[in-house]
Structure formats: C-alpha cells, structure tokens
C-alpha cells in the first residue's frame, strides 16, 4: 500500500511499481521509446503534482494510467503529421498517398 505523503520514497514506490508499463503503452501510442521515456517522465510530474487531489475515486493504477493516456493523447494532437491534399499538384512526380492511406493515417492518429 502506498502513501499518500509527498517524499522521495513514495514517488519512487509509485514510479518502480508503473513506469515500465505506462512507458510500453506510450511506446504504442507514439512509435517511438525516446518519445515513450520523455511522455513517462511527464506523467509522473504531472500525477505526482496533481496527487494531493487525487481523493481515491479510483485505484492509484487507475488514476495514473489514466493520466498517462492523456498526456499521450495531447502529444499526438500536438504532433499530428500534415496531410497531403490529393487535388494539389505533385512537382516532386511522386504518387500522392491513396485515400485509403490517409483513412489509415487519420484513424491511428485517432488512437
């Protein structure tokens, strides 16, 4: 069982017992283990400020992986890639992606 006090130890308690598997969802979500280790870190500043209003609505695991999700979910609105318009004129004389690619592109970006 975890306190709920603000010491090293604690922090440390929570961050061991989550952080490889927050990192592996992350990784999913983002492709990319240096992106994964960076969003971790974030989650766990952020849980770790936002931990004296957590209140215990839910478990501890819960609340963090929850926390986790949306800081994933904000990276990947942040970092969504341009579309390239099909109507648009190709100078490179490169195929232009096929709809169905871009139906792709934006449902993994939905994710």
Request: net charge negative; hydrophobic share 35%.
């Amino acid at each position: 069982m975890f306190r709920f006090g603000k010491s090293d130890k604690d922090f440390l308690d929570i961050y061991t017992s989550y952080s490889g598997n927050i990192q592996r969802t992350l990784r999913g979500m983002t492709g990319s283990d240096s992106v994964a280790e960076e969003l971790t870190q974030d989650a766990f500043i952020k849980a770790w400020k936002a931990l004296p209003e957590f209140g215990l609505r839910s478990s501890l695991k819960t609340w963090i992986y929850q926390v986790a999700i949306n800081v994933g979910r904000d990276w990947l609105r942040s970092h969504k890639t341009r579309t390239v318009d099909l109507n648009e004129n190709n100078e490179e004389g490169s195929k232009a992606p096929s709809q169905e690619q871009l139906d792709i592109q934006e449902a993994i970006l939905e994710l």
